[in-house]
């Protein structure tokens, strides 16, 4: 049996940055993954204007790049977390906007609210930046202000905002916001229409809560995904909760005992993933380096 330094479970962007990291220390490692390519989720089980995204830094790994087609049928109507990448990849205008993120019923708006963070590119990475120096709900504050003076008030045309600032919202439940490539320009302009929550699916009509019905060239379920880690680690409990994420706070989440670590689970993108995966790297090579002498 081969003697394995560091085994890495999973070949998505975690485990590729994780390996990217330690081939920087020479450190060998073995990534096992029970599908027949990396990052399987985003390749095999979403649509195929999808792409591997790795942090800026690991992007010269080998095989990394796939050229990708454009979809042989491109559907007039997207639930929210995919539509920007039709309307700037291919220049639709999908007919109507709705999510599965979070929404509220009004009977004012005919129930067109739902309730999301709307950000650019940039002030999501202007929030990356700024939260490893500053705490969260400043950042908070400070990239929403940006963006509600770049899109004005959004309540008039069916988007709330959460509560929650979007770094908070991501790091306590997984949300991420939206990025606009165009999208609010469309709704602004009444090209596309804000819906709210769904009461049930039924073939290609959706019914909301408001009872009115709509039918759909294409419906996507944009309900996100969860962690598996629980049914095939043993012993993990020290680390993990019920929910598979990790028990310890961040930024302290990635360590664990007996040699098991944790990447990408403190849920805060792929500069959390890099982050992760540099600590980690770096707590195997002074491990190694001490039992070296």
């Not at 770049?150 to 600032?165: A, C, Q, V, W």
């Not at 709210?196 to 996507?220: L, N, T």
Request: proline fraction near 4%; include cysteine; charged fraction near 20%.
């Amino acid at each position: 049996m081969e003697n394995v330094v560091v085994l890495i479970v999973g070949a998505g962007p975690a485990g590729l940055a994780t390996a990217a990291c330690l081939s920087q220390f020479s450190i060998p490692y073995v990534i096992v993954e029970r599908e027949s390519c990396s990052a399987s989720l985003w390749r095999n089980h979403a649509y195929n204007r999808l792409k591997l995204h790795l942090a800026k830094e690991f992007c010269e790994l080998p095989h990394m790049s796939y050229p990708v087609d454009a979809p042989t049928y491109i559907p007039k109507t997207l639930f929210v977390k995919y539509l920007d990448d039709y309307v700037e990849r291919f220049n639709i205008q999908p007919k109507y906007l709705t999510s599965v993120e979070s929404s509220t019923y009004d009977n004012d708006q005919q129930c067109w609210s739902i309730v999301i963070h709307i950000m650019t590119k940039e002030l999501i990475r202007l929030g990356m930046t700024l939260a490893r120096h500053l705490p969260l709900n400043l950042v908070d504050n400070l990239i929403v202000m940006a963006a509600n003076l770049k899109f004005g008030d959004l309540s008039k045309h069916g988007i709330r905002r959460p509560k929650m600032g979007p770094m908070i919202l991501k790091s306590k439940t997984g949300r991420s916001a939206v990025i606009d490539v165009g999208t609010v320009g469309l709704i602004k302009k009444g090209i596309i229409k804000v819906h709210g929550s769904i009461s049930k699916i039924m073939g290609d009509i959706v019914e909301f809560q408001c009872s009115k019905e709509i039918s759909f060239d294409a419906i996507v379920f944009a309900t996100g995904y969860k962690s598996t880690t629980n049914i095939w680690l043993t012993n993990g409990e020290r680390m993990l909760n019920e929910n598979g994420l990790p028990i310890k706070e961040y930024p302290n989440h990635w360590k664990g005992e007996n040699g098991l670590y944790c990447v990408g689970l403190a849920r805060r993108g792929l500069a959390g993933i890099a982050a992760d995966a540099k600590n980690i790297a770096g707590d195997i090579k002074s491990v190694i380096c001490t039992m070296s002498g």
